[in-house]
């Protein structure tokens, strides 16, 4: 293969498409990241793979910290980089990874924002379940807290995703990856009284989707996202509500209970642990609040 920075940034792009099933949205963040580092390469005078080391690469970060980029996005920038490079090595057009030689920068761990249980509990019976909308929202808004589910993975869920016999459902994730996933028995009740109440008059006879609108289509991130706001200030939630605070909440109530970190990480659907027990510092930190609150030598 011809050794060219950006042939190979092709080749790249297609290997995370194709063999690894990675989301478009990820793909996009990949190819601007790789994009930015051809147009880098070329000025420094690197057009070629083999060309670049590690004396290359940090001359590229110096020049995108002086064009004002954080250090958040220097780190996802340089992970892109650390793929592309990884995958040549693989390939056998390198011997050596130029990036094992390259630190990430050191980034301070933001705490997700949570609505608290109270929050939670005003929010769920916010809907009005006596109307068709109210009670798919309901049964929405219950799902995705009770199953911890990404709002691509609620909004894409189809009939065969379901069974609510078990009150269970397969949910999708990053890279296709499937996880079986608890609904518990309200989700499941709601979920029941919308598809035997509602769905019917929504379907076409050959739709897959569960969650549809009144215009018979399925219903979008953003459709979900605006409802859910609306339902937040009816409960009278002051927070900017958005949907994956219900997924930082439902990680958050679970460890606080007593549930097993590798338990939760499971269900959440995380490939690496770390990044599950960002939810144990939040927990940590609500634990000191109670603390300094409450005891007489807090």
Request: hydrophobic content about 40%.
């Given at each position: 293969?011809?050794?060219?920075?950006?042939?190979?940034?092709?080749?790249?792009?297609?290997?995370?498409?194709?063999?690894?099933?990675?989301?478009?949205?990820t793909?996009?963040?990949?190819?601007?990241?790789?994009?930015r580092?051809?147009?880098?390469?070329?000025?420094?005078?690197?057009?070629?793979?083999?060309?670049?080391?590690?004396?290359?690469?940090?001359?590229?970060?110096v020049?995108?910290?002086?064009?004002?980029?954080?250090?958040?996005?220097?780190?996802?920038?340089?992970?892109?980089?650390?793929?592309l490079?990884?995958y040549?090595?693989?390939e056998?057009?390198?011997?050596d990874?130029?990036?094992?030689?390259?630190?990430?920068?050191?980034?301070?761990?933001?705490?997700p924002?949570?609505?608290?249980?109270?929050?939670?509990?005003?929010?769920?019976?916010?809907?009005?379940?006596?109307?068709?909308?109210?009670?798919?929202?309901?049964?929405?808004?219950?799902?995705?807290?009770?199953?911890?589910?990404?709002?691509?993975?609620?909004?894409?869920?189809?009939?065969?995703?379901?069974?609510?016999?078990?009150?269970?459902?397969?949910?999708?994730?990053?890279?296709?990856?499937?996880?079986?996933?608890?609904l518990?028995?309200?989700?499941?009740?709601?979920?029941?009284?919308?598809?035997?109440?509602?769905?019917?008059?929504?379907?076409?006879?050959?739709?897959?989707?569960?969650?549809?609108?009144?215009?018979?289509?399925?219903?979008?991130?953003?459709?979900?996202?605006?409802?859910?706001?609306?339902?937040?200030?009816?409960?009278?939630?002051?927070?900017?509500?958005?949907?994956?605070?219900?997924?930082?909440?439902?990680?958050?109530?679970?460890?606080?209970?007593?549930?097993?970190?590798?338990?939760?990480?499971?269900?959440?659907?995380?490939?690496?642990?770390?990044?599950?027990?960002?939810?144990?510092?939040?927990?940590?930190?609500?634990?000191?609040?109670?603390?300094?609150?409450?005891?007489?030598?807090?």
């Open positions: 293969m011809d050794l060219c920075v950006d042939v190979w940034t092709d080749a790249y792009l297609d290997h995370l498409r194709v063999e690894r099933g990675l989301a478009k949205q793909i996009t963040s990949y190819a601007s990241d790789l994009q580092l051809t147009r880098e390469l070329a000025e420094a005078g690197c057009s070629t793979i083999d060309q670049v080391d590690a004396g290359a690469l940090s001359g590229v970060l020049a995108l910290s002086r064009a004002g980029l954080g250090a958040r996005s220097q780190a996802r920038f340089l992970s892109s980089v650390r793929g490079f990884r040549a090595v693989e056998g057009a390198l011997g990874n130029p990036l094992d030689l390259i630190e990430a920068p050191t980034l301070a761990r933001k705490l924002t949570l609505v608290t249980r109270d929050e939670v509990t005003r929010l769920l019976v916010a809907p009005d379940v006596t109307s068709p909308r109210g009670l798919r929202d309901a049964a929405m808004i219950h799902t995705m807290y009770a199953a911890g589910l990404r709002v691509s993975e609620l909004v894409g869920l189809k009939m065969g995703d379901l069974d609510l016999r078990a009150a269970v459902v397969t949910a999708f994730g990053k890279g296709g990856k499937s996880r079986l996933v608890p518990g028995e309200v989700s499941a009740a709601l979920l029941e009284r919308y598809l035997e109440g509602v769905r019917p008059r929504w379907a076409h006879i050959d739709e897959q989707h569960v969650f549809l609108s009144k215009r018979r289509k399925p219903l979008t991130r953003q459709a979900f996202w605006k409802a859910l706001k609306g339902y937040g200030r009816a409960a009278g939630i002051a927070k900017n509500l958005k949907p994956h605070m219900l997924r930082h909440s439902f990680a958050t109530h679970l460890l606080a209970g007593g549930a097993d970190l590798r338990a939760v990480q499971t269900l959440l659907g995380h490939a690496d642990i770390s990044t599950t027990q960002i939810y144990t510092h939040v927990s940590g930190e609500r634990l000191k609040a109670v603390h300094s609150r409450h005891h007489p030598r807090g």
